[in-house]
Protein backbone atom coordinates (compact mmCIF):
# COMPACT_ATOMS: atom_id res chain seq x y z
CA UNK A 1 0.00 0.00 0.00
CA UNK A 2 2.64 2.55 0.83
CA UNK A 3 4.25 2.31 -2.82
CA UNK A 4 0.95 2.67 -4.43
CA UNK A 5 0.11 5.73 -2.41
CA UNK A 6 4.16 6.78 -3.50
CA UNK A 7 3.02 6.44 -6.74
CA UNK A 8 -0.11 8.19 -6.38
CA UNK A 9 1.40 10.63 -4.97
CA UNK A 10 3.60 11.65 -7.38
CA UNK A 11 1.35 11.79 -10.28
CA UNK A 12 -2.10 13.53 -7.48
CA UNK A 13 -1.26 16.97 -10.38
CA UNK A 14 -2.45 14.96 -12.78
CA UNK A 15 -5.76 13.16 -11.19
CA UNK A 16 -9.14 14.47 -11.69
CA UNK A 17 -11.12 15.73 -8.27
CA UNK A 18 -13.09 12.28 -7.96
CA UNK A 19 -9.78 10.38 -8.52
CA UNK A 20 -8.24 12.46 -5.60
CA UNK A 21 -11.16 12.02 -3.37
CA UNK A 22 -11.08 8.14 -3.97
CA UNK A 23 -7.34 8.33 -3.18
CA UNK A 24 -7.76 10.63 -0.07
CA UNK A 25 -10.43 8.05 1.54
CA UNK A 26 -8.06 4.97 0.98
CA UNK A 27 -5.46 6.68 2.82
CA UNK A 28 -7.99 7.88 5.70
CA UNK A 29 -9.12 3.90 5.51
CA UNK A 30 -5.56 2.42 6.25
CA UNK A 31 -4.93 5.01 8.47
CA UNK A 32 -8.09 3.92 10.68
CA UNK A 33 -6.96 0.49 10.35
CA UNK A 34 -3.18 1.40 11.30
CA UNK A 35 -4.80 3.03 14.62
CA UNK A 36 -7.49 0.29 15.45
CA UNK A 37 -4.46 -2.16 15.39
CA UNK A 38 -1.90 0.41 17.51
CA UNK A 39 -5.12 0.92 20.10
CA UNK A 40 -5.68 -3.52 20.35
CA UNK A 41 -1.95 -3.88 21.20
CA UNK A 42 -1.35 -5.36 24.73
CA UNK A 43 2.20 -3.88 24.78
CA UNK A 44 1.83 -0.57 25.42
CA UNK A 45 3.45 2.00 22.89
CA UNK A 46 4.11 5.76 22.98
CA UNK A 47 6.18 7.53 20.00
CA UNK A 48 8.02 10.95 20.69
CA UNK A 49 9.41 12.97 18.66
CA UNK A 50 13.15 14.31 18.77
CA UNK A 51 12.24 16.48 21.27
CA UNK A 52 10.75 13.71 23.75
CA UNK A 53 7.40 15.16 23.26
CA UNK A 54 4.41 12.38 22.75
CA UNK A 55 3.37 11.72 18.95
CA UNK A 56 1.63 9.30 19.86
CA UNK A 57 0.15 7.06 22.71
CA UNK A 58 -2.37 3.66 22.75
CA UNK A 59 -4.48 3.25 25.75
CA UNK A 60 -2.43 0.54 27.12
CA UNK A 61 0.44 2.85 27.56
CA UNK A 62 -1.83 5.04 29.45
CA UNK A 63 -3.44 2.66 31.37
CA UNK A 64 0.19 0.96 32.41
CA UNK A 65 1.95 4.64 33.20
CA UNK A 66 1.02 6.85 35.16
CA UNK A 67 0.47 9.81 33.29
CA UNK A 68 -0.91 13.04 35.15
CA UNK A 69 -2.21 14.54 31.85
CA UNK A 70 -4.73 12.92 29.38
CA UNK A 71 -3.62 12.90 26.36
CA UNK A 72 -6.92 14.43 25.05
CA UNK A 73 -5.42 17.32 27.04
CA UNK A 74 -3.63 19.71 24.71
CA UNK A 75 -0.91 20.03 27.07
CA UNK A 76 0.21 16.41 26.99
CA UNK A 77 1.58 16.96 23.10
CA UNK A 78 3.59 19.93 24.01
CA UNK A 79 5.17 18.77 27.15
CA UNK A 80 8.38 16.45 27.62
CA UNK A 81 7.00 12.61 28.35
CA UNK A 82 8.98 12.49 31.39
CA UNK A 83 7.21 15.49 32.92
CA UNK A 84 3.49 14.07 32.19
CA UNK A 85 4.49 11.01 34.89
CA UNK A 86 3.84 10.78 38.49
CA UNK A 87 6.06 8.41 39.14
CA UNK A 88 9.67 9.86 39.18
CA UNK A 89 11.70 6.51 38.85
CA UNK A 90 10.40 6.18 35.77
CA UNK A 91 10.63 10.11 34.68
CA UNK A 92 14.21 9.93 35.61
CA UNK A 93 14.81 7.00 33.57
CA UNK A 94 13.22 8.75 30.95
CA UNK A 95 15.22 11.91 31.07
CA UNK A 96 18.39 10.12 31.78
CA UNK A 97 18.01 8.19 27.96
CA UNK A 98 17.05 11.36 26.44
CA UNK A 99 19.52 13.46 27.90
CA UNK A 100 22.28 11.00 26.99
CA UNK A 101 20.73 9.65 23.56
CA UNK A 102 20.22 6.21 24.84
CA UNK A 103 18.10 4.01 22.90
CA UNK A 104 17.82 0.02 22.61
CA UNK A 105 18.00 -0.13 26.09
CA UNK A 106 15.14 -1.56 28.65
CA UNK A 107 14.39 -1.41 32.37
CA UNK A 108 12.03 -2.53 34.88
CA UNK A 109 9.79 -0.86 37.63
CA UNK A 110 6.84 -1.38 39.59
CA UNK A 111 4.11 1.19 39.94
CA UNK A 112 0.75 1.39 41.97
CA UNK A 113 -2.42 1.34 40.74
CA UNK A 114 -5.45 3.47 41.78
CA UNK A 115 -6.82 0.84 43.76
CA UNK A 116 -3.62 0.06 45.76
CA UNK A 117 -2.37 -3.03 43.39
CA UNK A 118 1.61 -3.92 42.26
CA UNK A 119 2.21 -4.00 38.87
CA UNK A 120 5.52 -4.72 37.23
CA UNK A 121 6.48 -3.08 34.12
CA UNK A 122 8.86 -3.05 31.44
CA UNK A 123 9.98 -0.18 29.42
CA UNK A 124 11.98 -0.48 25.99
CA UNK A 125 13.22 2.32 23.91
CA UNK A 126 14.37 2.06 20.32
CA UNK A 127 14.81 4.88 17.76
CA UNK A 128 12.39 5.81 15.35
CA UNK A 129 14.16 6.35 12.04
CA UNK A 130 12.89 7.93 9.12
CA UNK A 131 14.89 8.37 5.39
CA UNK A 132 17.72 6.78 7.68
CA UNK A 133 17.50 9.42 9.63
CA UNK A 134 16.97 9.58 14.07
CA UNK A 135 13.54 11.43 14.23
CA UNK A 136 12.47 10.23 17.99
CA UNK A 137 12.22 7.18 19.92
CA UNK A 138 9.65 4.30 19.98
CA UNK A 139 8.78 3.28 23.31
CA UNK A 140 7.22 0.20 24.53
CA UNK A 141 5.39 -1.23 27.97
CA UNK A 142 4.95 -4.80 28.35
CA UNK A 143 3.26 -5.72 31.77
CA UNK A 144 4.66 -8.70 33.20
CA UNK A 145 3.10 -8.64 36.79
CA UNK A 146 1.41 -12.06 35.72
CA UNK A 147 4.74 -13.75 35.44
CA UNK A 148 6.23 -12.06 38.91
CA UNK A 149 2.80 -13.08 41.05
CA UNK A 150 3.46 -16.99 39.02
CA UNK A 151 7.24 -16.54 40.26
CA UNK A 152 6.01 -15.76 43.49
CA UNK A 153 3.43 -18.72 43.82
CA UNK A 154 5.97 -21.09 42.68
CA UNK A 155 8.56 -20.50 45.29
CA UNK A 156 5.61 -20.21 47.93
CA UNK A 157 4.64 -24.24 46.40
CA UNK A 158 8.90 -24.76 46.87
CA UNK A 159 8.29 -23.84 50.04
CA UNK A 160 5.23 -26.06 51.16
CA UNK A 161 6.96 -29.01 49.19
CA UNK A 162 10.09 -28.36 52.24
CA UNK A 163 7.01 -29.00 54.73
CA UNK A 164 7.58 -32.48 55.06
CA UNK A 165 10.67 -32.61 57.54
CA UNK A 166 9.22 -29.92 59.51
CA UNK A 167 6.13 -31.23 60.25
CA UNK A 168 8.13 -35.02 61.00
CA UNK A 169 9.75 -32.52 63.71
CA UNK A 170 6.44 -31.41 64.77
CA UNK A 171 4.97 -34.34 65.35
CA UNK A 172 8.03 -35.68 67.20
CA UNK A 173 7.73 -32.58 69.13
CA UNK A 174 3.58 -32.86 70.50
CA UNK A 175 4.15 -36.88 71.17
CA UNK A 176 6.17 -36.20 74.40
CA UNK A 177 3.98 -33.56 76.03
CA UNK A 178 0.81 -35.67 74.71
CA UNK A 179 2.54 -38.47 75.76
CA UNK A 180 2.80 -37.03 79.68
CA UNK A 181 -0.35 -35.65 79.56
CA UNK A 182 -2.28 -39.23 79.14
CA UNK A 183 0.05 -40.71 81.36
CA UNK A 184 -1.21 -38.41 84.18
CA UNK A 185 -4.91 -38.29 83.24
CA UNK A 186 -4.71 -42.05 83.49
CA UNK A 187 -3.14 -42.44 86.74
CA UNK A 188 -5.92 -40.11 87.77
CA UNK A 189 -8.54 -41.98 86.92
CA UNK A 190 -7.39 -44.71 88.39
CA UNK A 191 -7.32 -43.02 91.42
CA UNK A 192 -10.97 -42.25 91.31
CA UNK A 193 -12.21 -45.35 90.09
CA UNK A 194 -10.12 -46.71 92.82
CA UNK A 195 -11.95 -44.31 95.40
CA UNK A 196 -15.32 -45.08 94.03
CA UNK A 197 -14.79 -49.00 94.77
CA UNK A 198 -13.70 -48.70 98.08
CA UNK A 199 -14.91 -45.79 100.43
CA UNK A 200 -15.54 -43.13 97.96
CA UNK A 201 -13.32 -40.33 99.06
CA UNK A 202 -10.70 -39.13 96.68
CA UNK A 203 -7.51 -38.83 96.86
CA UNK A 204 -6.00 -36.03 98.77
CA UNK A 205 -5.93 -32.73 97.33
CA UNK A 206 -2.01 -32.10 96.89
CA UNK A 207 -2.07 -35.56 94.97
CA UNK A 208 -4.74 -34.23 92.47
CA UNK A 209 -2.69 -30.72 92.43
CA UNK A 210 0.54 -31.79 91.55
CA UNK A 211 -1.41 -34.28 88.58
CA UNK A 212 -2.92 -31.33 87.23
CA UNK A 213 -0.30 -28.90 87.52
CA UNK A 214 2.13 -31.19 85.20
CA UNK A 215 -0.92 -31.54 83.10
CA UNK A 216 -1.13 -27.67 82.58
CA UNK A 217 2.49 -27.22 82.42
CA UNK A 218 2.50 -29.50 79.40
CA UNK A 219 -0.53 -28.09 78.11
CA UNK A 220 1.34 -24.69 77.96
CA UNK A 221 4.59 -26.31 76.40
CA UNK A 222 2.38 -27.94 73.86
CA UNK A 223 0.51 -24.69 73.39
CA UNK A 224 3.92 -23.18 72.52
CA UNK A 225 5.05 -25.50 70.24
CA UNK A 226 2.19 -24.92 67.92
CA UNK A 227 2.65 -21.60 67.81
CA UNK A 228 6.23 -21.45 66.78
CA UNK A 229 5.47 -24.37 63.94
CA UNK A 230 2.64 -21.71 62.83
CA UNK A 231 5.06 -18.95 62.66
CA UNK A 232 7.73 -21.16 61.18
CA UNK A 233 5.10 -22.56 58.43
CA UNK A 234 2.97 -19.34 57.50
CA UNK A 235 4.31 -18.19 54.28
CA UNK A 236 5.85 -14.70 54.06
CA UNK A 237 3.44 -12.35 52.89
CA UNK A 238 6.19 -10.71 51.21
CA UNK A 239 4.63 -7.42 48.85
CA UNK A 240 7.40 -7.31 46.33
CA UNK A 241 8.39 -4.14 45.20
CA UNK A 242 11.63 -2.30 43.25
CA UNK A 243 13.48 -0.58 45.74
CA UNK A 244 16.72 0.76 46.36
CA UNK A 245 19.13 -1.91 48.99
CA UNK A 246 21.60 0.55 49.50
CA UNK A 247 19.36 3.32 50.73
CA UNK A 248 17.65 0.63 53.29
CA UNK A 249 21.17 -0.33 54.44
CA UNK A 250 22.32 3.15 54.70
CA UNK A 251 19.62 3.51 56.84
CA UNK A 252 19.87 0.46 59.13
CA UNK A 253 23.18 1.35 59.86
CA UNK A 254 22.59 4.74 60.89
CA UNK A 255 19.85 3.50 62.79
CA UNK A 256 21.99 0.46 64.84
CA UNK A 257 25.15 2.70 65.38
CA UNK A 258 24.24 4.23 68.52
CA UNK A 259 23.79 1.13 70.14
CA UNK A 260 26.94 -0.46 68.90
CA UNK A 261 28.64 2.76 69.24
CA UNK A 262 27.93 2.44 72.91
CA UNK A 263 29.22 -0.57 73.32
CA UNK A 264 32.65 0.65 71.81
CA UNK A 265 32.00 -1.49 68.47
CA UNK A 266 33.14 -0.08 65.30
CA UNK A 267 30.16 -0.24 62.17
CA UNK A 268 31.67 0.30 58.59
CA UNK A 269 29.91 -0.15 55.18
CA UNK A 270 30.60 -0.17 51.95
CA UNK A 271 28.81 0.53 48.93
CA UNK A 272 29.21 -0.43 45.32
CA UNK A 273 29.26 2.20 42.71
CA UNK A 274 26.64 0.84 40.67
CA UNK A 275 22.86 1.74 41.01
CA UNK A 276 20.43 -1.08 41.05
CA UNK A 277 17.14 -1.98 42.37
CA UNK A 278 16.26 -5.28 43.78
CA UNK A 279 12.79 -6.91 43.53
CA UNK A 280 12.15 -7.20 47.56
CA UNK A 281 9.79 -5.96 50.50
CA UNK A 282 11.69 -3.29 51.91
CA UNK A 283 10.12 -4.14 55.50
CA UNK A 284 11.01 -7.48 55.36
CA UNK A 285 14.02 -7.08 53.90
CA UNK A 286 15.15 -4.62 57.10
CA UNK A 287 14.09 -7.19 59.53
CA UNK A 288 15.94 -10.09 57.90
CA UNK A 289 19.04 -7.75 58.11
CA UNK A 290 18.09 -6.24 61.94
CA UNK A 291 18.24 -9.97 63.18
CA UNK A 292 21.42 -10.72 61.55
CA UNK A 293 22.86 -7.22 63.37
CA UNK A 294 21.80 -8.08 66.54
CA UNK A 295 23.11 -11.47 66.10
CA UNK A 296 25.76 -9.52 65.56
CA UNK A 297 25.93 -7.44 68.54
CA UNK A 298 25.52 -10.56 71.41
CA UNK A 299 28.37 -12.55 69.40
CA UNK A 300 30.92 -9.86 69.65
CA UNK A 301 29.88 -9.01 73.48
CA UNK A 302 30.02 -12.50 74.22
CA UNK A 303 33.66 -12.86 72.94
CA UNK A 304 34.75 -9.47 73.86
CA UNK A 305 33.25 -8.64 78.05
CA UNK A 306 34.77 -4.90 77.52
CA UNK A 307 32.03 -4.56 74.55
CA UNK A 308 29.10 -3.78 77.16
CA UNK A 309 26.00 -1.55 77.42
CA UNK A 310 25.98 -0.68 81.36
CA UNK A 311 27.81 1.92 81.12
CA UNK A 312 31.82 0.39 82.04
CA UNK A 313 35.02 1.45 79.81
CA UNK A 314 34.51 0.31 76.34
CA UNK A 315 37.73 2.20 75.04
CA UNK A 316 39.21 -1.27 74.96
CA UNK A 317 36.84 -3.10 72.81
CA UNK A 318 37.83 -4.68 69.53
CA UNK A 319 34.72 -5.30 67.62
CA UNK A 320 33.73 -4.69 64.63
CA UNK A 321 30.50 -5.39 62.58
CA UNK A 322 31.05 -4.57 58.44
CA UNK A 323 28.58 -4.25 55.91
CA UNK A 324 29.56 -4.82 52.14
CA UNK A 325 27.74 -4.99 48.74
CA UNK A 326 29.37 -5.97 45.04
CA UNK A 327 27.19 -6.60 41.95
CA UNK A 328 28.23 -9.59 39.99
CA UNK A 329 27.03 -9.75 36.54
CA UNK A 330 23.41 -9.72 37.45
CA UNK A 331 23.70 -10.61 40.98
CA UNK A 332 23.33 -8.26 44.08
CA UNK A 333 25.58 -9.55 47.13
CA UNK A 334 25.75 -8.36 50.54
CA UNK A 335 28.23 -9.69 53.10
CA UNK A 336 27.54 -8.82 56.39
CA UNK A 337 30.80 -9.69 58.99
CA UNK A 338 31.43 -9.67 62.34
CA UNK A 339 34.40 -10.77 64.48
CA UNK A 340 32.56 -12.44 67.36
CA UNK A 341 32.55 -15.68 69.01
CA UNK A 342 31.86 -17.20 66.16
CA UNK A 343 30.48 -21.13 65.55
CA UNK A 344 31.31 -24.38 65.10
CA UNK A 345 30.61 -26.39 62.06
CA UNK A 346 27.98 -28.12 63.82
CA UNK A 347 25.76 -25.13 64.83
CA UNK A 348 26.28 -23.51 61.27
CA UNK A 349 25.05 -26.85 59.50
CA UNK A 350 22.07 -26.16 61.48
CA UNK A 351 21.79 -22.42 61.83
CA UNK A 352 18.53 -21.90 59.75
CA UNK A 353 16.52 -25.49 61.49
CA UNK A 354 13.69 -23.96 63.07
CA UNK A 355 13.65 -24.39 66.99
CA UNK A 356 17.43 -25.06 66.85
CA UNK A 357 19.26 -22.19 68.97
CA UNK A 358 22.27 -22.02 71.65
CA UNK A 359 20.05 -19.42 73.47
CA UNK A 360 18.88 -20.30 76.79
CA UNK A 361 16.15 -17.96 75.82
CA UNK A 362 16.17 -18.21 72.13
CA UNK A 363 12.92 -19.39 69.81
CA UNK A 364 14.69 -21.03 67.20
CA UNK A 365 12.90 -19.77 64.50
CA UNK A 366 14.55 -15.91 64.34
CA UNK A 367 17.38 -17.44 61.15
CA UNK A 368 14.82 -19.50 60.24
CA UNK A 369 13.15 -16.62 59.11
CA UNK A 370 16.15 -14.75 57.58
CA UNK A 371 16.16 -17.53 55.43
CA UNK A 372 12.58 -17.42 54.22
CA UNK A 373 12.42 -14.22 53.64
CA UNK A 374 15.82 -14.14 51.35
CA UNK A 375 14.28 -17.18 49.75
CA UNK A 376 11.36 -15.43 49.40
CA UNK A 377 13.18 -12.62 46.98
CA UNK A 378 14.57 -15.33 44.86
CA UNK A 379 17.93 -15.14 46.88
CA UNK A 380 19.87 -17.21 48.72
CA UNK A 381 22.04 -16.75 52.25
CA UNK A 382 25.34 -18.44 52.54
CA UNK A 383 26.85 -18.73 56.27
CA UNK A 384 30.78 -18.90 57.18
CA UNK A 385 31.99 -19.16 60.79
CA UNK A 386 35.17 -19.02 62.68
CA UNK A 387 34.95 -19.76 66.90
CA UNK A 388 36.45 -17.15 68.45
CA UNK A 389 37.14 -14.91 65.31
CA UNK A 390 33.98 -14.24 63.51
CA UNK A 391 30.86 -15.13 61.56
CA UNK A 392 30.35 -13.74 57.91
CA UNK A 393 27.09 -13.67 56.02
CA UNK A 394 26.60 -13.74 52.01
CA UNK A 395 23.47 -12.72 50.84
CA UNK A 396 22.32 -13.35 46.94
CA UNK A 397 19.56 -11.24 45.19
CA UNK A 398 19.34 -11.48 41.77
CA UNK A 399 18.58 -8.17 40.28
CA UNK A 400 15.47 -7.82 37.91
CA UNK A 401 17.01 -6.88 34.72
CA UNK A 402 15.78 -8.51 31.57
CA UNK A 403 18.05 -6.85 29.66
CA UNK A 404 21.57 -7.99 30.54
CA UNK A 405 23.25 -6.01 27.81
CA UNK A 406 22.33 -3.09 29.88
CA UNK A 407 23.99 -4.33 33.32
CA UNK A 408 26.90 -4.45 31.35
CA UNK A 409 26.75 -1.18 29.73
CA UNK A 410 26.14 0.58 33.23
CA UNK A 411 28.89 -1.48 34.60
CA UNK A 412 31.05 -0.63 32.15
CA UNK A 413 30.32 2.96 31.92
CA UNK A 414 30.73 3.89 35.96
CA UNK A 415 33.52 5.23 37.05
CA UNK A 416 36.16 3.28 39.41
CA UNK A 417 36.73 -0.20 40.36
CA UNK A 418 34.39 -2.79 41.66
CA UNK A 419 37.10 -3.76 44.13
CA UNK A 420 36.95 -0.74 45.77
CA UNK A 421 33.24 0.13 46.31
CA UNK A 422 32.43 3.78 47.61
CA UNK A 423 32.76 4.29 51.67
CA UNK A 424 28.91 5.40 52.21
CA UNK A 425 29.48 5.77 55.90
CA UNK A 426 32.11 4.96 59.04
CA UNK A 427 31.25 5.10 62.33
CA UNK A 428 34.18 4.45 64.57
CA UNK A 429 33.74 3.66 68.36
CA UNK A 430 34.12 6.38 70.33
Not at 193 to 209: C, G
Amino acid sequence: MRAHVRRVFEKVSKLSSEQVEEFVSAVAKENDMLDSVIESLSTGLVIVDDEWTPVLTNKTAERFLPFSVHSDDARFENTQLWQLLDDETIAAFLCDCAEKNRTNVSDEFSTVTASGNVRFIIITLQPLIQRQAVVGTIITVLDITEKRNQEILLRRMEHLAGLTNLAAGMAHEIKNPLGAISIHIQLMQKAIAKARTTDNQLPEKKFMEQYLDIINEEIDDLNKTVMDFLMAVRPVNAKLVLVDPARILQDITEFIAPEFIRSGIMVNIQLCKQHVRLLIDEKLFRDAIMNIAQNALAAIRERFPSCSSTGADTSHCAGRLDFTTVLKEDIYCIVIQDNGIGMSEDVVARIFEPYYTTKANGTGLGMTMVYKIIKEFSGDIQVQSWPHEGTTFTITIPVPQTDHKLLAQKTASATGDDDEPKIADKMAAV
